[in-house]
């Protein structure tokens, strides 16, 4: 005997329906078993490894030497300016954005709010403590930036020495522009950029002399 002309339907639309709803429900209960595990795996670390016990960092800051022990997660301002009491680098945002917080490594300018201390092994750190010569007497980046008044309350200026020093060494401090361009990632909230634009110009050639 033939179906009834809907009847067809109908056990295809339960059909559907069911397959859908178990489907569904699977993958329900695949989502909340992961998420289960990953919470399992964040609550207990692996056996005998906690990152919140400090480990061994061996530091080379201003051409010294530092030994000491550090959580994993500590940053590199912070390793400066806690444990090392070098507290010329200053923290701004640390978020990285606002360049209060710049040091060298190797060289090169660096956000240590973004760097992780243990990362800067085996590097050499440079920060504003270690730029004036072994003397006392000022870099001629520190000097410009007396002679041209590029600072009001002083908070910022030893990451724009720090950037403005890297800045030139890189070949960025051809004119104003570039100069400006090359150090937007320091802010001054006091808005002293004409003056450290003139400061840039004036250390610029005893640097590369130098």
Request: a negative charge; one cysteine or more.
């Given at each position: 005997m033939a179906d009834h002309p809907g009847t067809g339907k109908s056990r295809l639309s339960l059909h559907r329906r069911g397959f859908l709803t178990a489907a569904a429900t699977g993958a329900t209960a695949a989502v909340v078993a992961r998420g289960a595990e990953a919470q399992t795996s964040e609550a207990t670390p692996a056996a005998g490894v906690?990152?919140?016990?400090?480990?061994?960092?061996?530091?080379?800051?201003?051409?010294?030497?530092?030994?000491?022990?550090?959580?994993?997660?500590?940053?590199?301002?912070?390793?400066?300016?806690?444990?090392?009491?070098?507290?010329g680098t200053k923290k701004g945002?640390?978020?990285?954005?606002?360049?209060?917080?710049?040091?060298?490594?190797?060289?090169?300018?660096?956000?240590?709010?973004?760097?992780?201390?243990?990362?800067?092994?085996?590097?050499?750190?440079?920060?504003?403590?270690?730029?004036?010569?072994?003397?006392?007497?000022?870099?001629?980046?520190?000097?410009?930036?007396?002679?041209?008044?590029?600072?009001?309350?002083?908070?910022?200026?030893?990451g724009q020495i720090m950037s403005a020093v890297a800045c030139v060494k890189e070949g960025h401090a051809e004119n104003d522009d570039d100069i400006r361009e090359f150090m937007s990632g320091n802010l001054c909230r006091c808005a002293a950029y004409p003056n450290i634009v003139a400061a840039v110009k004036q250390a610029r050639d005893a640097i590369r002399e130098g």
């Open positions: 906690n990152p919140r016990t400090p480990r061994p960092v061996t530091l080379s800051v201003n051409g010294q030497t530092h030994e000491i022990g550090l959580d994993a997660r500590t940053s590199l301002l912070d390793a400066l300016r806690d444990h090392l009491r070098l507290t945002c640390d978020h990285g954005q606002c360049g209060a917080c710049t040091v060298h490594i190797d060289g090169k300018r660096a956000l240590s709010c973004m760097s992780f201390a243990v990362m800067a092994e085996g590097h050499e750190i440079t920060t504003i403590e270690g730029l004036a010569a072994p003397a006392g007497d000022l870099h001629p980046m520190q000097q410009a930036f007396v002679d041209q008044d590029a600072f009001q309350c002083g908070y910022c200026t030893p």
